[in-house]
Structure formats: structure tokens, C-alpha cells
């Protein structure tokens, strides 16, 4: 297919792509014609500097005393690791010196192999304890179940849309220039199959924002919209009043 022909798709499959979402095959197609064809190629490196650019969103946050702990242990596995290199090609020296035995000479070969075989305990211990404290942050790390892209009516992706099952909250951050006038809100809705649209709470004018939800609110919900109503939204109950601004399909991804 060219893609360059159908730039919405383009958009979809370098966005999935930046967000390792496109997977398998897809995935592996996307990046061969990324590296034949240009366009496509640029596509990728925009979403994934996009992507990259939401780090700056995040307050600075001091690190935690584990993490140095962390550091330490590589640190010192690697020191450990390359003591036992040490130690073998000393072991594997003696060792073929044999043929010119000296007073002592299998002493200190069998020093060098029981010092060798020291530091290899050593160096496992360190591995587990740096694998466990892995597990440890991997397991605390936030995780995401649906991710959706919303683009405007030109097919330009404006705002990405995550839900995190552990905190239970949906993460949206604005990847385009949309800015809504003063006194108006945008407001987040789930479009049910069948049902009538649900909102999930009225957004403010940050690049980040953060909604509490729960698995019911986006299980089963094919799209996501957002769309442009008076400052506050629209009263509780009622469906939405304004136009669409943005729209996109919630996809489900394994955690």
C-alpha cells in the first residue's frame, strides 16, 4: 500500500509505531518502508519526538535513595565482573606455564581458580539483588491498557489519550496548537456502541491532565471525541452541545 497516498493513515501507524502499540509484522513493514520511503520516515521521527516531549511535562521529582542503591549495585556487579575476567586470563596464564613448574606454582594456580570462583559468587549475588530491585520498579511503573489518538477533521493528531488501570485514571496530554477561547471548555466523551455519549470529564487549558476512571468508563468503548462547549461544560446528565474538535478509536493493548 503507499501510505503516502492516505496521509490518515500514515498519521495512525506512525503514532502506534511511536506509542509500541504496532506490533508483529505491521510493525516490521512500517519500518521497512520507513527506511525506503521519505515521507514516511519523517512521519515516524515527528510522533516520536512528540512522544519524547512529554517528558517536559512532568514536574521535576528528586530521585529516590533506592535508586542510587541501584546504581551502586550495577556499578559494583560490573566491578566484579571484570575482576573475574582479570582473574581467569591469570588463571589461564599459569595454567600454561605447566610445562615450567616453579616452587609453589599449582599453589597459586589453585589460589587464582579459588579467588575466580569467589568473585563469580559475588558477581551472582549482586545480579539477583539488581533483578530484584528491577522487578521491583517495573511492577510500580504505571501501566496501559487503552490508548486512543484523537485528530482533528484534517486528520492531524491533537491529543493522546491513555487510561492506567492501576491508578485508575485516564492521562491526556495535547499534542497539537488547539487552544479553545476563554470562555470555552472542552469536554471528553465515551461513544458507546448503541448508547448515547457519556461524558468523562470537562478538560482545562493545560498540555497535561489527569481524570479519575474506572475500567467500566472505557471497556467495550469503540471512540473517543472531544468536543467544544460553553466555559464549564455541559450540566451533569445532559449530552453534549457543541461540536467535535477531535475524535479517535480507543484501542485495548496488552499490559
Request: charged content about 20%.
Amino acid at each position: 500500500m503507499n501510505l503516502i497516498a492516505h496521509p490518515e493513515l500514515l498519521e495512525l501507524l506512525a503514532a502506534s509505531h511511536a506509542l509500541g502499540t504496532l506490533r508483529g509484522g505491521a510493525r516490521r513493514r512500517f519500518e521497512a518502508m520507513a527506511r525506503e520511503q521519505a515521507p514516511v520516515r519523517a512521519a515516524a521521527l515527528v510522533w516520536q519526538g512528540r512522544l519524547a516531549s512529554m517528558t517536559e511535562l512532568q514536574s521535576p521529582i528528586v530521585p529516590d535513595a533506592a535508586v542510587w542503591t541501584r546504581i551502586r549495585n550495577i556499578i559494583d556487579a560490573e566491578k566484579t565482573q571484570h575482576a573475574m575476567e582479570r582473574q581467569r586470563d591469570a588463571a589461564n596464564a599459569a595454567a600454561s606455564a605447566k610445562d615450567k613448574p616453579g616452587p609453589g606454582g599449582w599453589l597459586r594456580s589453585l589460589a587464582l581458580w579459588r579467588g575466580a570462583t569467589a568473585a563469580g559468587a559475588l558477581a551472582t549475588v549482586l545480579a539477583v539483588v539488581v533483578g530484584l530491585n528491577l522487578r521491583d520498579q517495573l511492577n510500580n511503573a504505571p501501566a496501559v491498557q487503552y490508548v486512543a489518538v484523537l485528530s482533528d477533521d484534517q486528520s492531524a493528531a491533537s491529543m493522546l489519550v491513555t487510561f492506567d488501570p492501576k491508578k485508575k485514571q485516564l492521562v491526556l496530554q495535547r499534542v497539537g496548537g488547539y487552544a479553545e477561547a476563554s470562555d470555552k471548555s472542552l469536554q471528553l466523551w465515551a461513544l458507546p456502541p448503541g448508547g448515547a455519549p457519556r461524558s468523562l470529564g470537562v478538560l482545562d487549558n493545560k498540555p497535561g491532565l489527569r481524570l479519575a476512571a474506572s475500567e467500566s468508563d472505557v471497556h467495550a468503548v469503540p471512540t473517543l471525541a472531544v468536543t467544544l462547549e460553553a466555559k464549564g461544560g455541559v450540566p451533569p446528565g445532559s449530552g453534549p452541545k457543541g461540536p467535535i474538535v477531535f475524535k479517535g478509536a480507543l484501542i485495548e493493548k496488552t499490559i
